[in-house]
């Protein structure tokens, strides 16, 4: 009942926020997004850890394959104040081929409740297209991160425009890796 309440308030905000689903260790709610055919999903947990590190490792490039999931390339194109841009390339199922994006990774300050946020906004032009690899046409997101103590609730929220893709596997794709990639960081840091 708890994780029902907490997945609740991940989505009271928006009414048109649908609770996907709770488990012990991630809530998970979708939304449409107007304009879009394609759903933005957004997945909250708890990790043990310090929001420093929870913020060291979400920009630390070489280690996104590690943990988040379908990355097959990740590798920093410059650093900016405050952030980084950054090209990654993920796996699709067959008989897709390989998305990817070049993605600005961008820290703000602390707010007042000391929570922090790592926005994150799709370039689609910022380099020339791969071969065999189709570009995706807009990404957005964000991590949400507030600290209590040892712990930090994380909250990653996500939208992708993967082009000529049927909806129900691109909507089914980006929910999965929303999850994995909350449910990786969980793991990482676990609350045992």
Request: glycine content about 6%.
């Amino acid at each position: 009942m708890l994780l029902l309440a907490l997945a609740w308030n991940l989505c009271a905000a928006d009414n048109q926020c649908h609770i996907l689903g709770t488990s012990e260790q991630i809530s998970l709610c979708e939304r449409l997004r107007e304009g879009s055919r394609f759903h933005e999903y957004s997945a909250r947990g708890t990790l043990c850890a310090r929001m420093p590190d929870v913020v060291a490792l979400l920009m630390d490039v070489s280690a996104i394959p590690e943990w988040f999931p379908g990355v097959i390339e990740a590798r920093s194109l410059a650093v900016a104040p405050n952030g980084a841009f950054v090209y990654l390339k993920n796996r699709a199922p067959w008989p897709l081929r390989p998305r990817d994006m070049v993605y600005h990774f961008l820290l703000e300050a602390p707010a007042e409740d000391g929570s922090m946020r790592v926005n994150i906004e799709g370039i689609p032009d910022y380099i020339d297209a791969v071969p065999r690899v189709v570009r995706m046409e807009s990404a957005s997101g964000s991590w949400q991160l507030h600290s209590s103590g040892a712990r930090t609730d994380v909250r990653f929220t996500m939208h992708l425009e993967l082009g000529d893709v049927p909806v129900i596997m691109a909507n089914r794709r980006v929910e999965d890796t929303v999850v994995g990639a909350v449910q990786n960081l969980s793991e990482r840091f676990y609350c045992g």
